[in-house]
């Protein structure tokens, strides 16, 4: 599905380009002094988004052994609320995604140690 909705991996010059159109940035409320973050924002590309969303939310609940999950646990361990996690989690995601593609390698993640 990535692969479909992104199409040319070629025309996004960073990482930071492909998740500014994917849009998994959390969105951000001010009033005053103070800033929050909530959910995920509805700018970007759906599809992406959901494809993102779906798999982090797996990763989450499937322990730490995915990249996504083990993210989203030392952050949240820094104190972060759970849904602006899963939106830094989808960017991580996606530059996981980003960096394999663009180099034309298949994903291996570390082997863990312990």
Request: include cysteine; aromatic fraction near 6%; glycine fraction near 14%.
């Amino acid at each position: 599905m990535l692969y479909i909705e992104i199409g040319d991996i070629t025309r996004f010059d960073s990482v930071e380009k492909l998740v500014a159109c994917a849009g998994p940035d959390p969105q951000v409320e001010q009033s005053g002094d103070q800033v929050s973050e909530k959910g995920i924002s509805k700018r970007g590309n759906r599809c992406i988004r959901s494809v993102l969303y779906g798999c982090v939310t797996a990763a989450i609940r499937g322990g730490r052994g995915p990249p996504a999950g083990r993210l989203f646990d030392r952050l949240k361990a820094k104190g972060k609320h759970r849904e602006p996690l899963r939106s830094l989690a989808c960017s991580g995601l996606l530059a996981i995604v980003y960096g394999c593609w663009s180099n034309g390698e298949r994903f291996a993640p570390p082997a863990e140690s312990g």
